[in-house]
């Protein structure tokens, strides 16, 4: 599932592209696309056509793109969740059609369409309305939004925290609500409402840089320690970015469809039996929640006490 730096990706991709252009026409071809729309995709449609794209904003791994009337009036929200393997492409009208076209969104202007594209359906698109946050902020985007949107999020966001990334991320209270945790820290780092974007491959890329194991109790984490995840965490996702993400198949893509190279600079995910780049132990991988955790035995030695 794509994490912070694809979803990132692709949200300065639609900055580029699609914002400031006004929808002519929306359509969604599949059932499953708009699932999470409560009331079906006609609605969704309404609530979207002769309306402006206002701007392209994400809050972890949910991106959003807030709907303004022409004079510039906040309206709602249209939240994206790529899933599994959910792709937003910027195409040319004319282009084919893709095997997995799931919804496709024409502007007035005439130019490049919007395609949502999803192999697995796992994916999905909600215009909902957009509700004030007390912090003033959307976060995900590095900076300052000086428009009437800038003091909302979309409502199945809301619950979300914000990420290391996000300027306004408050890393004492992190440490704090990561010591009041009864877990062990991966689960904890994978838990959206804690920090938001970390999936199972900067986890893992994470702990590494900070030399802790992934079933470390949060209990027992120190101030030092949990600066430490947070320095790694924003070393690995900046690299992350500036290499485009990581591409291990070719449903992660950004608006182009181009693929992301971090995947040629993972220390430890992925990397079973190889050396760590560190000390040159054999990386490790352990089952973990259905899927598979990294780690190196030499640099993140399992605790005395340890949370499964």
């Known amino acids: ?65 807030p709907l303004a009337t022409p004079s510039g009036d906040a309206v709602d929200a249209m939240v994206v969740h790529l899933g599994m393997s959910g792709q937003l492409l910027v195409e040319a009208a004319d282009a084919p059609a893709e095997k997995h076209l799931r919804a496709v969104w024409e502007f007035d202007d005439d130019r490049e369409d919007l395609r949502f594209v999803d192999q697995r359906t796992f994916g999905g698109v909600a215009v909902v309305p957009l509700v004030g946050v007390a912090d ?15 003091r909302f999020v979309p409502a199945p966001v809301a619950h979300i925290a914000r990420d290391p990334l996000d300027p306004a991320f408050d890393d004492a209270l992190f440490a704090k609500r990561l010591r009041d945790k009864t877990t062990g820290v991966k689960r904890a780092l994978l838990d959206q409402t804690l920090v938001s974007g970390v999936g199972n491959i900067y986890a893992d890329e994470a702990l590494w840089r900070a030399k802790l194991h992934y079933a470390r109790p949060t209990r027992s984490t120190t101030r ?21 993400g990581t591409s291990f198949d070719s449903l992660y893509v950004n608006v182009n469809g181009a693929s992301g190279y971090f ?46």
């Open 1 to 65: 599932m794509p994490e912070l730096p694809e979803v990132e990706v692709v949200r300065r991709g639609v900055a580029r592209w699609v914002v400031g252009r006004t929808v002519r026409s929306a359509r969604f071809l599949h059932p499953r696309v708009t699932r999470r729309h409560v009331a079906g995709p006609e609605d969704a449609v309404a609530r979207t056509e002769g309306l402006v794209v206002a701007d392209a904003v994400r809050r972890g791994k949910y991106l959003w793109l």
């Open 136 to 150: 003033g902020g959307l976060g995900g985007r590095g900076e300052s939004v000086d428009a009437p949107w800038s």
């Open 224 to 244: 030092a320690q949990a600066d430490a995840l947070l320095t790694g965490l924003r070393e690995v996702m900046t690299a992350a970015l500036a290499a485009g």
């Open 263 to 308: 995947d040629r600079s993972l220390a430890v995910y992925g990397q079973e039996g190889r050396p760590c780049p560190r000390c040159g132990s054999l990386v490790r991988r352990d089952p973990f929640m259905n899927r598979s955790s990294y780690s190196c035995p030499g640099c993140q030695p399992v605790p005395r006490t340890a949370h499964w």
